[in-house]
């Protein structure tokens, strides 16, 4: 009853349609590039270069986010939200324009780097601002709700670029042309955020108040860090995060060499699919997580529910493995599940124990180390799969990480993982 009632205010209905729509951009975005790269017949890519694409579009943000971040945390983030989704749309358009004329794929990927880093700009922002819009007894569900909710939109995107693609054709000016949809939702999603009031969603105190933003810049991962290392139960959750997307990474580069090499048979096939139904299963997965971790986290806490879930990975990562169609899917439901999981323990460990002074800045550094950790990991899988792309050992490794993750939450203190109580958090806001 709480939830709804939270739910029905103005406010927070917004903050979801932001949020929605800009989910369905970056998911119709991120599948036209990669049906672009990947199953494209004007382009032929191979495992390392998936990996230097994906390192391209990822690791400069992942440098430069905690320095950024500091701008969620110094400026009006409703502001931030508004410009910042005109300009990834601005970016979207020029990566059609560079995809249509045929350029090489680095080209590509460059202009596309605007268009990611802008995305996991405004994901920060939302996450950052969402205490403002929630009230804390309630925020574990709104964000499991929410969250996933957005998670399914990334899949209606991927959906929406599979039918365009469809429509456009596979080629260059196709792929071109299914990129633009992208562009529409980014735009929709700056004009709801600028119907917030200035200031609604924070920061109430200003980091770097009456310095320059280029002053906050430059503190940013210094301020960032600081937040992780006074704040334990911040810090054990963000491992448990780089240990999925360790796993996860992993097995996007495997699976995507796979379905281009090897028929798995019904209902999965081959190629696109093949990663269309098994994006389907991982959002399955996280729709599922909406339901199990308010549940979990308020009978177990969150140590119990992070450890358990890092187990719950070890046996898909052993499902994955048997390389069957139907035992992937099960696999990428189960890893849908784990992830979105840990994905929102985390989320309510940055959003109620650490001061909304600092907690931009910390949504960036989560940011950086989710996309470096994604990103080295393809770069171990691109070194040690064969030229099918599937690799016992590799799974091996992927099982054996969540297993090392998993002891290491349940040996943690639970008073450290469970984090401060909503009081001591006031007060350092106060303090700051």
């Known amino acids: 009853m709480k939830l709804w009632t939270q739910v029905k205010t103005p406010d927070l209905l917004r903050y979801l349609g932001v949020k929605v729509l800009s989910q369905v951009s970056d998911g119709a975005f991120q599948a ?66 560079a995809m249509s004329s045929g350029v090489p794929d680095t080209v590509v990927l460059l202009a596309a780097l605007l268009a990611t880093g802008c995305s996991r700009f405004v994901a920060s922002g939302l996450s950052a601002g969402l205490p403002h819009v929630a009230s804390p007894d309630v925020i574990i569900e709104v964000n499991a709700v929410f969250t996933t909710l957005g998670a399914g939109m990334l899949a209606v995107g991927a959906g929406l670029s599979t039918l365009l693609r469809a429509i456009f054709g596979s080629d260059n000016g196709g792929s071109g042309a299914t990129l633009l949809a992208g562009a529409v939702f980014a735009v929709a999603s700056g004009l709801l955020a600028a119907a917030f009031a200035p200031k609604r969603l924070g920061p109430d105190r200003p980091d770097g108040s009456g310095h320059s933003a280029l002053y906050s810049v430059g503190r940013g991962l210094a301020h960032g860090a600081r937040a992780v290392i006074d704040h334990p139960s911040v810090g054990v959750v963000l491992g448990a995060i780089g240990v999925h997307r360790l796993v996860f990474g992993m097995n996007t580069l495997m699976l995507l ?46 140590r119990r529910t992070i450890a358990v879930a890092l187990i719950g990975g070890a046996l898909a990562e052993a499902l994955v493995g048997t390389l069957t169609s139907y035992t992937v899917l099960v696999g990428a439901a189960m890893l849908g599940l784990v992830g979105q999981i840990v994905k929102l323990c985390g989320d309510v460990a940055m959003q109620c124990d650490v001061p909304d002074s600092y907690r931009g800045q910390v949504f960036a550094v989560q940011d950086a180390l989710f996309n470096t950790a994604f990103v080295a990991a393809m770069f171990i899988a691109a070194v040690s799969i064969p030229a099918d792309g599937f690799s016992i050992p590799l799974v091996v490794a992927g099982t054996l990480v969540y297993l090392v993750g998993a002891l290491l939450v349940w040996r943690a203190s639970p008073a450290v993982v469970e984090g401060p109580d909503r009081a001591t958090v006031l007060r350092e806001e106060a303090e700051v």
Do not use: C, K
């Open 32 to 97: 036209a590039l990669a049906f672009s790269i990947l199953f494209n017949p004007d382009r032929h890519t191979d495992p390392i270069a998936v990996a230097a694409g994906f390192a391209v579009l990822l690791l400069p943000y992942s440098v430069l986010g905690p320095f950024a971040g500091a701008l969620l945390d110094h400026w009006d983030r409703r502001r931030v939200l508004v410009w910042i989704n005109a300009f990834r749309a601005v970016a979207i358009v020029l990566v059609a324009i």
């Open 257 to 302: 060499i796979v379905v281009r090499n090897i028929d798995l048979g019904a209902p999965l096939g081959t190629d696109v699919q093949a990663m269309a139904e098994i994006g389907v299963a991982v959002a399955a997965g996280a729709l599922l997580a909406a339901v199990i971790t308010p549940w979990s986290v308020h009978h177990f806490g969150r």
